[in-house]
Each structure stands twice: as C-alpha cells, then as structure tokens.
C-alpha cells in the first residue's frame, strides 16, 4: 500500500479536507506505518493500533491544538503524532528516533505534558478546563483514558472532579477490554454490561457520576465517531463517550495475543515472532521460577502485582501460581496497603514493581507499610542508570524507598545471593524488605545462606589498604574492575566491600577503614542525591577521609545513550583509576 492519502496530511486542517472514503484509507495508511515501524524498532502497538479510527476522528471535528486533547500514558498517541506534523518520525527510518513514543510539547503544539504514567489524563484536564474557565475562552478539553488506566486511583479522582466541575469536558474512554494484560477489578463488570446492552444498562458508572453519556458500539467506524464528536463539541457540561475498539486492530498476531503486543520489540511481521529473544537466563525467570516453587510449599506466599504481571512471568507461566497471584490493575498504591494488611496476618506478600512505578506508592510505603513494620517483600525491577525515555527512569528509588524508617532496602550482586534475600524476606517478620532487582544475571554458584538478619552489616570482600571502593549491588562489577584496574595500574591492592543494605550505613566496618585508609569510592546505579553515597560522605564528614561518590546526577534523562551518560557521570573504570590517583597522597 503507498501512502496516497497521508501524504496530503500534514496537520489536522489537511485531514479536514479529506473526504469520508480518503478518512477510511487514511487509516488504513496510518496502521500500515505503525505497523512497519514498530516491526522494526519496538514501542508500543496494540494501542496505538486500537486508536487510528477515533484519533482521525478527533482532529476532524476538533479543532486542535486551540481544541485540548491529552491522551492518558501516551500508549495511544503515535497517530495523533503522524497526523500533527510528526508523520516523518514514523516513515522515514532515518528519523524513527526523533519522535519519542510519548507526547511531548516540546516536539509538537498539540501536545500538552509529557506523559508516561497512567491515569493522569483527566486530572490534567481539568487543570487545562479550569484554566479556561479563567481565561473566559471557550475551547474544548478532550482527555483520552484506555479502560485499563481506570482502575488507578487518580482516574477516579479526576471522574469525581470532572463531573461536579458542570463546565466542558469531553471523556472519552477508549474501552478494549485489556490494560497490559487482562483488567481486574468490579468496574469492568460494568463496563462489560454497557457493552453487551449497547450503553443502555440501567447501571452506568459515569451516569451515576453525573456525566452525560454516549455509546459507540464500533469505535473503527469513523462515520459514527464523527456524529457523535461533533454532537458532543462545544457541550456545556461533562460528557463521557464510551467506545469499544479492538486492541491490535489490524495486525492479526496482536489482536490475539494482546499482552504481549502490548509493548513489543523488533519482530518479524509475518510471523510476528520477536528477532531478538533472550539468549540467556534472566530476572523474570529467575523470580517466577523461585516464587511458583515458594507457593507450591507454603500458601501463605503471595505475589502481588499493579498491572505488570510480566514481572512474575509470562501468561502460562503465571499459571503456576494459581491463586496465589493478585492482579489488582493499575493502582500501585492499593498494592502495598494490601501487602501490609496480608502480612499483619501473617501472610508472605511479596509485590513486583518496576522502578518507575514505585514513586506512585511513597505514601503507602511510609505510612501503610513501614510506620506499621509488616513483613512485606517488595521487588523492584529495571532500577538504573539507562537510555530510556524520560517517563521511565529507573534511577530514584535508592534515594526514594532507602530513607524511610523501618524499610530494610537490599542490593544484591549476584543471583545467588537475590534468591538467597527473597528467601530471607519471605521468612523473617521484623522488617518491610525491599528488593533492588539487578538488571543483568551474574552468577557465582557460590552459596548464599540466609539470614540477613545483622541489619546494615557490609561484606568484606577484600581487605586491602588507602583505597576502600564500596560497590552497591549491580555496580558490584564495576567496582571489581576497579579493584583489579588499582592493581595493574597503581599496583596497590584496595579494599572491596559489597554494603548489601542502600538503606544503613556498617559504622563498624566503616570506622576499621579509618586506620589504614586515605580515599573510600562508592558506586550506585540511581542518583546520589539522597543515595547511598551520601550516607557514607556524611559518616565521614568530620573524619579523616575523603570520600568520592560515583553514581547520577539528579537530571531527567531523554533516551541518552548510556554510553554517554556513564561518561558524564564518570562511571568508566579510566575516569575512577584516574581520579583514584588525583587523590592519593
């Protein structure tokens, strides 16, 4: 298919000079693209394949970007990019990466936050309604929300405000009946209700909230999503539009497997196998396979996850759990205060988060869990410096979760010695433990036995003398690089520690490095403001050593390569020796 139509659009007045049957082979257009680019080089697909239709839609009736539309986590916005003159990031592979796959008012005027996290979208609509409401201008406010992102908490606090607010405000909730994976919770039985009764169930959870209400059966029809956008443009008070799309749409292998074309890697577009699958052993499987076997001995385990199941293994792996597996959709913050309440019975929760997402739960950690001191185990995934983009850094929890009271935070190095502390996590009772995942598998075969229960006491690795290098969990490697580095270059044998804990500070072992040691180098993978390294320099602040602390600066990060950023931060072994020796007497 060429791209006849497309390439007469290249902002939403092009697209309103289109006729009906253009419309539908715009469409057809724009899938074929995401298709092709996302074959290529990943990103997000099942969504972005479920909202062609209804994003033509929008920019046909609406008048954007005086016309607000915010798409709730981005998932769903690479047609909105391709039809607001960005259509060059996703056809020209020599421009894929200067789109990013999340709006962006930097790249574009019809873009209005950057946003990565979900259920935010009509919270920041109702900022943009008020704001208009004070300026005395008269525009509409659109806010996007897929089905999944209403199960967070911040969704219904924006429902709740939205509809008293009795001004415009358009909702509309794109409904494919999946988050990530399969949705969980009551309002999806609702939800299943409007579907199957065509939005004519005497039982309306928005109605009940005041709003008024549509239903568009066929969310790919663009004749009835321009009728009803153009009934509901210019309201004068809250309207929800519910319409019913089919994640994948188009692209057979992601209409079936759902979960998996979620978020994809490169694949191949006729088998719609990946191109690169994991050659080795990694941390899902590693933790899956732990967990299953955990459960299977005692019931008492459960895992909990806030709509990434992936984390605790594949669909048919996750099978293994049975019940003992608590999918609680996109709310973070209910996932703890569940944990905490299993745990004050005695239960073994053990919850799974990628770092990102663990900022949503800093509440709940310090007040549910921690001022509390249940038992819970948490797992945190992707924590590190990284090339991501910037709505999915992973290096703030160090510094976020390490400062709370009673939280016992673990680094561990090696796989033997995680398992060895999800072990120990699972079976004391004293402490909220939390869990820094490493990104890469090393492993030792040595054997780690539990328990940890000599709170903050560090692993002496190797004693040597002037130079003490503390390296905290995946910087493990880095720092016996190091080691061997002072060796070969300085030849001076140095001290390696391996702290364990990012949460506390071995004044113990700290103190002993005082007599025979001039300079102590930490290495941690997340910022150091608030980081470990700090606790170290602040242990030492009136001693006689100088203290270097190697980790990120406190930045947000777009996709830079880590190359780079290793760089900046001068985490190659060349700039730590070389600073090691400005240092020594």
């Known amino acids: ?65 005086v016309d607000k539309i915010v798409y709730d986590v981005s998932h769903q916005c690479y047609p909105h990019k391709i039809l607001t003159g960005r259509k060059h990031g996703f056809i020209d592979p020599d421009q894929y990466r200067s789109i990013t796959g999340y709006t962006s008012p930097k790249e574009s005027e019809h873009d209005f936050f950057t946003i990565g996290h979900t259920s935010t979208s009509i919270s920041l609509a109702c900022g943009l309604a008020k704001a208009r409401d004070i300026k005395g201008t008269k525009e509409n406010i659109i806010a996007v929300i897929g089905d999944g992102s209403l199960s967070g908490g911040e969704a219904y606090e924006g429902l709740n405000n939205a509809a008293a607010s009795g001004k415009n405000m358009i909702i509309l909730v794109n409904d494919n009946e999946m988050s990530i994976s399969v949705n969980y919770g009551g309002l999806y039985q609702n939800l299943a209700e409007l579907r199957r009764s065509k939005g004519e169930c005497e ?136 944990a905490s309440g299993l745990a004050s019975q005695g239960m073994k929760p053990v919850v799974g988060f990628h770092s990102s997402f663990i900022q949503r739960t800093y509440d709940q950690l310090s007040q549910d869990l921690a001022i509390n001191n249940h038992p819970a185990v948490i797992l945190i995934f992707n924590g590190g410096i990284s090339g991501t983009d910037v709505t999915h850094l992973g290096v703030f929890d160090i510094s976020l979760v390490s400062n709370i009271p009673n939280i016992v935070y673990l680094a561990p190095t090696t796989k033997e010695e995680y398992l060895a502390m999800v072990d120990w996590g699972l079976e004391q009772n004293e402490h909220p433990v939390v869990i820094r995942v490493p990104n890469r598998v090393v492993s030792t075969t040595e054997s ?72 102590v180098i930490t290495l941690e993978d997340g910022i150091l403001d608030g980081g470990f390294g700090e606790k170290i320099s602040r242990f030492y602040a009136d001693k006689s050593m100088r203290v270097l602390n190697y980790g990120a600066n406190k930045e947000f990060t777009d996709r830079v390569n880590v190359d780079e950023l290793y760089e900046r931060y001068r985490l190659r072994v060349d700039l730590i020796v070389e600073d090691i020796k400005k240092h020594l007497d």
């Open 1 to 65: 298919m060429g791209m006849n139509v497309l390439n007469k659009v290249n902002s939403p007045e092009d697209l309103k000079k289109l006729t009906q049957d253009e419309l539908i082979v715009l469409a057809d257009e724009i899938r074929e693209v995401i298709i092709n680019k996302v074959s290529q080089v990943g990103g997000h697909f099942g969504p972005n394949l479920g909202m062609v239709e209804a994003t033509i839609a929008l920019h046909y009736v609406f008048n954007s970007p």
């Open 448 to 519: 780690i036995k539990p328990p940890f229960d000599d709170i903050n006491q560090y692993q002496l690795v190797e004693k040597g003398y002037k130079v003490a290098i503390l390296a905290l969990g995946s910087f493990y490697q880095l720092g016996e690089k190091v080691l061997k580095t002072v060796k070969d270059q300085i030849g001076l044998d140095a001290t390696l520690i391996n702290p364990r804990f990012a949460s506390g500070i071995d004044e113990s072992l700290l103190t002993n490095l005082l007599v025979d040691h001039q300079l």
């Open 203 to 338: 039982t309306n959870f928005f109605k009940a909230l005041g709003f008024d209400y549509h239903y568009i059966e066929d969310g790919h029809d663009l004749v009835a999503l321009i009728d009803v956008f153009s009934k509901v443009k210019d309201t004068n008070h809250p309207v929800v539009i519910h319409m019913s799309t089919v994640k994948g749409k188009g692209y057979k292998p992601a209409e079936i497997n759902k979960e998996a074309f979620h978020y994809t890697g490169p694949f191949d577009l006729e088998s719609g196998e990946l191109l690169h699958k994991p050659s080795s052993e990694n941390y899902v499987q590693i933790t899956s396979k732990f967990l299953i076997e955990k459960a299977k001995l005692d019931a008492k385990v459960v895992a909990i996850t806030a709509g990434t199941p992936g984390i605790f293994g594949p669909s048919h792996v996750r099978e293994g759990y049975g019940d003992q597996l608590i999918d609680v959709g996109i709310a973070e913050e209910h996932a703890i205060a569940l």
